[in-house]
C-alpha cells in the first residue's frame, strides 16, 4: 500500500470519529456557516468541537506549516483530506477571510514573527478578520484610495472611509490599504497595515441590500491607530501585496462557480417522465449548466494546483472570478425556475426565510464585490488575449 493510500485510510479513520453527525449535513443558511473570531457565537456544540478538532489538527488550513498553525500536508495530502471530507459530505470547520486572502500574502510578504503572531489565531478561528480596499471614490479604480496614515513614530494614525467591507461589524482585525506617502504617484506610497477593530475611532455602519440581508458595511476611521509591527512589507510598497491578494479573492469568489446537484433539485421538485425532467428546454438549460460548472470546476483545480506548486495566477484569476459568478447567477436563476412560485415565498413552508430569494437577489452583487466584471474583462483582454489597450 502506498503512502499516500495510507494516509487516506488514517483520514478516513479519523473523520469518522471525530466529524460530528450534524456536521455531515448540507448547510442551509448563514448560521451554519462557521465564521469563528472574538464575536461569533457557536450555532451548535457540535458546530464548536468541529472547529476545535478541525484546528488541533491543522487541516482548517491543511498545507500551510505546522509552526504557523497549519497542518504541514503535501498537496496531493490536502486533496486527499478534502476528497474523504465529500465523501462524508463533512462542512468546511472554518470560513475565514483570514484563510483565503491575508493568511497567503502573510506567508508570501509577512515577516517570521508577523506569520507567528497572526497566523495560527486565523487557522484556530480566534480571530475574524476584513478587508478594508474599496473606497467612496475608489473602487475599480483601487489605486485612487484616500485613507491617509500618519506616521508617528512606531505607529500610524489613521483617518479615512471604506465601503463595501464585508463584515467590518462581525470581524475583530482588518487587513487595509492606507496611503501613507501622500506625494507620491498613484500606484506608490499605499501601505499595507493591520490593526484592531475593536478600538476608539473605528466605526461601521451595514449597508442594507436588496437581499434583505447585509454582509457589506461602511467602515469608518477617525484617528485609528495601527502599530508600525503591523505594516507588512515596506512602507509605501503596498500596492504589490494588494494586487497579489487580490488574485486569491478573486479565485476564492470564482468558487462559487463549482458545481452543485441542479439536476437532482430538478427531479425532487418536477415532473419526470422515464427517467427525464418532462421540461425539454428546462432539461437542456439544467444540462448545458452542469456541462459548464464541471468544465468550470476541472479548470479550477488545474489553477490551484499550479498556485500551490508556486506558480502566479496572476491575471488568470480574473477568468476564473469572471466566469465563476456568471455560473452562480445562472445557477440562482435556473433554481428559480425549478421552484416556480415557491421561490418567492417569504413565509410558509417551503420558504426557510425567504432563502431561494434571498439568495437569488444577492447573486446580483457578484459581478460586482471583488472587482466588477468590466474590470476583469479589461484585465482578460489585455493581460491575456493581448488586445491593445
Known amino acids: 500500500m502506498s503512502e499516500l493510500e495510507t494516509f487516506r485510510l488514517e483520514v478516513r479513520e479519523w473523520l469518522e470519529a471525530n466529524c460530528p453527525e450534524t456536521m455531515r449535513t448540507p448547510v442551509k443558511g448563514e448560521k451554519d456557516i462557521c465564521w ?11 458546530q464548536r468541537i468541529w ?3 478541525m484546528a488541533e489538527k491543522g487541516w482548517t488550513v491543511p498545507t500551510w506549516p505546522k509552526e504557523y498553525g497549519g497542518g504541514g500536508l503535501s498537496k496531493a495530502e490536502a486533496k486527499v483530506l478534502a476528497s474523504e471530507m465529500r465523501r462524508i459530505k463533512a462542512r468546511s470547520p472554518l470560513n475565514s477571510f483570514g484563510i483565503w486572502m491575508l493568511g497567503p500574502a502573510l506567508l508570501e510578504f509577512g515577516t517570521h514573527e508577523q506569520k507567528l503572531e497572526h497566523l495560527p489565531p486565523i487557522a484556530r478561528g480566534e480571530i475574524r478578520w476584513c478587508q478594508g480596499y474599496s473606497e467612496p471614490n475608489a473602487g475599480s479604480d483601487l489605486a485612487s484610495l484616500a485613507t491617509k496614515a500618519e506616521d508617528k513614530g512606531d505607529h500610524y494614525v489613521i483617518n479615512g472611509q471604506k465601503v463595501w467591507t464585508s463584515y467590518a461589524d462581525k470581524s475583530d482585525w482588518i487587513f487595509c490599504l492606507v496611503r501613507t506617502d ?9 501601505s499595507f497595515v493591520l490593526f484592531d477593530m475593536d478600538q476608539a475611532g473605528v466605526t461601521t455602519k451595514p449597508i442594507l441590500l436588496i437581499s434583505g440581508n447585509s454582509p457589506f458595511c461602511e467602515t469608518f476611521f477617525d484617528d485609528a491607530v495601527a502599530d508600525k509591527k503591523n505594516l507588512i512589507g515596506e512602507a509605501g510598497k503596498g500596492w504589490t501585496i494588494a494586487k497579489y491578494l487580490l488574485t486569491h479573492e478573486r479565485t476564492m469568489i470564482g468558487d462559487m462557480g463549482l458545481p452543485v446537484p ?5 427531479r425532487d421538485k418536477l415532473e419526470v417522465v422515464d427517467g427525464k425532467l418532462d421540461d425539454a428546454m428546462l432539461r437542456s438549460d439544467i444540462a448545458s449548466h452542469e456541462v459548464d460548472a464541471a468544465a468550470f470546476m476541472f479548470t479550477m483545480e488545474r489553477a490551484k494546483d499550479e498556485a500551490k506548486a508556486g506558480a502566479s495566477l496572476g491575471a488568470f484569476s480574473s477568468m476564473l472570478k469572471y466566469y465563476g459568478t456568471e455560473l452562480n447567477k445562472d445557477r440562482h436563476e435556473l433554481i428559480l425556475k425549478v421552484n416556480g412560485s415557491d421561490a418567492f415565498e417569504w413565509e410558509g413552508q417551503f420558504s426557510n426565510d425567504g432563502e431561494i430569494a434571498r439568495n437569488w437577489l444577492r447573486t446580483k452583487a457578484n459581478s ?3 472587482g466588477t466584471s468590466e474590470v476583469q474583462l479589461n484585465i482578460i483582454s489585455k493581460r491575456i488575449i493581448g488586445l491593445p489597450g
Open 182 to 190: 501622500f506625494d507620491a504617484k498613484k500606484h506608490e506610497g499605499i
Open 262 to 266: 441542479l439536476s437532482s433539485l430538478a
Open 368 to 370: 460586482i464585490e471583488g
Open 51 to 53: 472547529l476545535e478538532r
Open 36 to 46: 469563528g473570531g472574538r464575536k461569533f457565537v457557536f450555532e451548535s456544540d457540535d
